[in-house]
């Protein structure tokens, strides 16, 4: 080789290195709860037995009886040399479970040996989408990670606030018999209950459903502290973690609740009715958008309302509030039918199956088996959402993955299309989704429509 060639490629490998170690991300590979003595574990040690472990192993079994519910997959890429100082990736992967409201998450030494940099991807559906969105606002997570996937959650509906908190919190302790003045002997109290106690004074309904049935929910709230103020309010102060974003919703979110409490047929009477209670003072204007005589049928009016009040347009609307910081963000509808799991729907939590290429089943849909077209799908997906992780950016240079163009909105005249990927057996580029249902959304700000309470509710 010239040498100006082995100096040029000398100066590619360097300068990739560079690029793909560089980042301000501390690493702890083992933090001090599993220290021994000052000493850090490094070899295997076989196990002698139940109840015969020495203080190192028993520390961890603890950790992990403690923990367990907590599992997260990790994945590390280092970067090393061949012989011809090529770089080429090489990726560890395991399981580890976070210990702490902190973050911190234990696994094993091999996962992450020899990374000089981790990057960081939050990633929720439904429950877990409102999760990261709200650790998006939390000003103690903004350091923690470096990408967001939301799916089915927003985390821009209206929380309830501390006062709602305590006063669901006391009259958790009176369901439990546990009313004194004193805060100390409360405390007492309730810590003296049993598991089946404390789970059935006032447990939550196993799915959620439109009809309030007096349900009961234990969700985040706004503190002041780690939630300073409302999400949407925040995302339109531009006060959220700016670090790549994709988020979406299925086409048929509502059909999932509306069908927990109709599982027959919705009457148009029944149909008003609902919206009468869901929405109050608003519900004859949200009517006039939604006049049953626009679908075929109640019930399906019904699910597209809900589905658009509370996922596709609040998707389009932090997709928007995310991009006009200069934030990429990455909008996207999940459109693939599966007549099997639901007839004519794609319901809510359908997408999950394709995210990690896993056949359906109970107990929140029938048992089927991914065909070969759902695992090309699934494949595709899975890339999108790999390279995310990987890069801030699902799209690759190759001519036969179809392009995900990052959200735009801009305003005025000309201002082009709300550009997203439609995710279906054909996936396709797609604009401007529900535009003018998403219009008439956009100055309402409601509690969740599947939430113990209205969504008027003050």
């Known amino acids: 080789m010239r040498p100006r060639a082995l100096l040029l490629t000398l100066f590619i490998a360097a300068t990739f290195w560079l690029v793909t170690t560089r980042g301000n991300w501390k690493l702890r590979q083992i933090l001090p709860s599993i220290t021994s003595n000052g000493q850090l574990w490094s070899e295997p040690v076989v196990a002698r037995g139940a109840n015969n472990f020495d203080a190192d192993e028993q520390n961890n079994i603890d950790l992990y009886k403690t923990n367990r519910l907590a599992t997260v997959n990790i994945t590390s890429v280092v970067y090393q040399r061949d012989m011809f100082f090529q770089v080429y990736p090489s990726e560890g992967t395991g399981s580890g479970f976070i210990i702490n409201e902190e973050g911190e998450i234990v696994t094993n030494k091999h996962v992450i040996s020899g990374s000089r940099n981790i990057t960081v991807t939050l990633a929720g559906q439904s429950a877990g989408g409102h999760s990261v969105s709200l650790h998006l606002v939390s000003p103690g997570s903004a350091s923690l990670f470096h990408r967001a996937i939301m799916q089915s959650g927003t ?126 003072a608003d519900a004859s204007a949200i009517l006039a958008a939604y006049p049953v005589t ?67 089943g109970p107990p929140l849909f029938p048992a089927y088996a991914l065909t070969g077209a759902d695992l090309a799908l699934s494949q595709s997906i899975a890339g999108y959402w790999t390279r995310f992780a990987t890069t801030g950016n699902p799209n690759v240079d190759d001519p036969v993955v179809v392009h995900w ?25 797609a604009k401007r989704l529900g535009q003018s249902q998403c219009d008439f959304w956009q100055p309402y700000f409601f509690r969740s429509t599947t939430g113990p309470v209205p969504a008027a509710a003050p």
């Open 155 to 280: 985390g821009s509906i209206r929380w309830r606030m501390s006062d709602d908190a305590e006063a669901q919190g006391q009259d958790f302790a009176a369901a439990l018999g546990c009313v004194n003045a004193d805060p100390a002997l409360v405390l007492s109290c309730l810590r003296s209950k049993t598991r089946d106690q404390i789970l059935l004074a006032h447990p939550p309904a196993l799915f959620e459903q439109l009809a309030e049935a007096g349900r009961t929910q234990w969700t985040p709230i706004v503190d002041g502290v780690e939630i300073p103020d409302q999400p949407r309010l925040l995302y339109e102060l531009g006060a959220f973690t700016h670090v790549p974003v994709v988020i979406g919703s299925t086409r048929d979110e509502g059909w999932t609740f509306v069908n927990r409490s109709f599982p027959s047929s919705v009457t148009e009477g029944q149909y008003e009715a609902t919206v009468n209670a869901e929405f109050g």
């Open 405 to 429: 163009p990052a959200f735009k909105h801009p305003t005025g005249v000309g201002r082009g299309a709300d550009k997203l990927l439609l995710l279906d057996v054909t996936i396709q580029e």
């Open 294 to 360: 626009a679908f075929p049928s109640p019930k399906e009016a019904l699910v597209r309302l809900i589905g658009d009040v509370e996922y596709t347009c609040e998707a389009r609307r932090v997709a928007g509030l995310i991009e006009r910081t200069k934030t990429p963000a990455y909008l996207y509808s999940f459109d693939r039918e599966i007549d099997t799991v639901v007839v004519d729907h794609v319901a809510h939590g359908m997408d999950v199956n394709f995210v990690f290429g896993n056949d359906y």
